[in-house]
């Protein structure tokens, strides 16, 4: 059996730093790690091809040589999804398609062959079964959350390393919070069911034995779900794990709440964590009661997040636009916000509806849905009726993201965020000559033909002086910026 793995192409997001990843030589952020669990999964005899389109391109010998595709894609991933179905079938290769844009949505692909929807782990091997008896069923739906000791290690060897910035593992699925607007939950459920030490080290001991040497996205959407199994287990067995491994740091994504226990933060850091990712959405008490992120109520939202960057842990943010409750005041005051925090990577959305979430069961019941949601972070559309005015809404909303990376703003935040980072001294940054180059790259698009070029060499000469050893973070801020610009400016 010849079987294809395809990941459809992401759109030009915030989320793809493509821009940023020119400058040295990459092609995506990530690898698509639940194609490549999956692909963990699948017979021994089959023949498997990764096609990563957002590294290479699907060609015709591609779907000559398969007799099935396995399709996963999100919702950001749609409009390539299609297409690539449509090739397919014009191929006469039969596809299988899973993952959450299918979960979510199965009855908008009637022409897909086979929908294995849910968690791998309990929908692949029935489907296997069914296949090798010659009667497979059109869908398979999961009827439980799996745990994760039932998953396997990835299949890191279908990878083309040197195309990827970053590694992703995972080490736990579910958040305990309900955001009305999250469609976590329906997913992959309140509990979070994790990994234990061992699995996680050895799935990062393959990693290291295929020859990675860079960082590592713990995909989690709150690795901090079961703080006990951290501090007990995880944390220490990552601590332990990193020593002599030189380049490997770690990121992920995290509540607010990290910032009340200064235990577990020096143990993430001293684990090798640098950098957290942070839905704080709004800094408007009563948004924040109208979706039930309670858990970012009732707090000094910029203390918590410079607790974290002190602590050694660059914030990263999530923020949105749209509540029912929000005025026209609420752009300044998200920039406002943004500013003082020193969040240098705010990535500020439109809110969208999706799918399976309370969001979605009460705008249907209001007659406010209007359209499926795109997934896309910087889609200025709207998928519901707003109570502000649309075109204020989406007006305020362009306004606000081009003015927060737009040059001046932009480098200003840089150094609110480098006066208050405390690099940890356990995370040793590997500099390949990749690296090198992104720098004087970066000084010749940045520093010379660049509009922002006064703003770059001011950030880069009080970084000299002031915060030296924080002279890397600067560069990298720098080139992030010139892809968010990038993006916003295309926003119309």
């Known amino acids: 059996m010849h079987v294809l793995l ?33 692909a963990s999964m699948l017979p021994d005899d089959w023949e498997l091809k990764l096609v990563d389109m957002n590294v290479t391109n699907l060609r015709r010998r591609h779907l ?6 396995l399709i996963s894609a999100m919702m950001v991933q749609r409009d390539s999804a299609e297409e690539v179905i449509e090739r397919c079938h014009a191929h006469g290769v039969r596809t299988v398609a899973g993952g959450p ?10 022409q897909v062959d086979h929908l294995v929807l849910g968690e791998g782990e309990v929908t692949i091997k029935p489907f296997l079964e069914d296949l090798r008896t010659g009667n497979p069923k059109r869908v398979y739906e999961a009827e439980r959350f799996p745990e994760l000791a039932e998953t396997p290690p990835p299949r890191w060897d279908l990878l083309n390393l040197k195309h990827y910035s970053d590694m992703s593992v995972q080490y736990s699925r579910g958040c305990p919070y309900d955001c009305e607007f999250c469609d976590i939950t329906t997913l992959f459920g309140h509990r979070p069911r994790t990994k234990s030490a061992e699995q996680i080290v050895a799935e ?26 951290l501090k007990q287990e995880i944390l220490p067995a990552l601590a332990d794990w990193r020593v002599g491994k030189r380049g490997f740091r770690f990121h992920t994504e995290v509540s607010i709440n990290l910032a009340d226990d200064p235990e577990l933060m020096d ?36 203390a918590s997040v410079k607790t ?23 752009f300044q005051r998200q920039i406002e916000f943004i500013q003082r925090s020193g969040i240098v990577t705010a990535m500020v959305g439109l809110l969208q509806v ?20 795109s997934g896309n972070n910087t889609d200025a559309s709207l998928n519901f009726l707003p109570k502000m005015d649309p075109e204020v809404l989406r007006r305020g909303y362009r306004n606000l993201v081009q003015q927060l990376y737009s040059p001046k703003v932009y480098y200003e935040r840089v150094r609110t965020f480098l006066r208050e980072y405390k690099k940890p001294q356990v995370i040793q940054r590997k500099l390949g000559w990749n690296y090198i180059a992104a720098f ?47 993006v916003s400016l295309r926003m119309t």
Not at 206 to 220: A, I, K, T, Y
Request: glycine share 10%.
């Open 6 to 38: 395809v990941y459809p192409r992401f759109p030009d997001t915030f989320w793809s730093f493509r821009h940023a990843l020119r400058f040295i030589s990459k092609r995506a952020s990530l690898p698509p790690l639940g194609l490549i669990t999956v």
């Open 64 to 69: 000559e040589w398969a007799d099935y595709a």
């Open 101 to 110: 844009l299918f979960t979510s949505l199965p009855e908008e692909f009637p």
């Open 204 to 229: 990062l001991d393959g990693l290291h034995e295929v020859g990675w040497r860079g960082g590592v996205f713990f995909v989690d959407d709150n690795f901090i779900g079961n703080k006990r199994k």
């Open 267 to 302: 143990m993430m850091v001293e684990a090798g964590f640098d950098t957290v990712f942070v839905g704080i959405e709004t800094p408007d008490e009563d948004a924040l009661k109208e979706c039930n992120k309670f858990q970012n109520q009732g707090r000094d939202l910029v």
């Open 308 to 330: 974290l960057q002190r602590a050694g842990l660059q914030v990263q943010g999530g923020f949105i636009v749209g509540f029912d409750s929000d005025t026209p005041g609420i």
């Open 354 to 373: 999706l799918p399976g979430t309370k969001l979605h069961t009460r705008m249907a019941d209001e007659g406010r849905l209007l359209n499926e949601a």
């Open 440 to 486: 004087f790259r970066s000084i010749w698009v940045l520093g010379v033909v660049g509009s922002e070029r006064f703003e770059y060499w001011k950030l880069l000469l009080w970084t000299l002086f002031r915060r030296p050893s924080l002279f890397v973070d600067a560069v990298t801020l720098a080139i992030y910026g010139y892809h968010f610009r990038k």
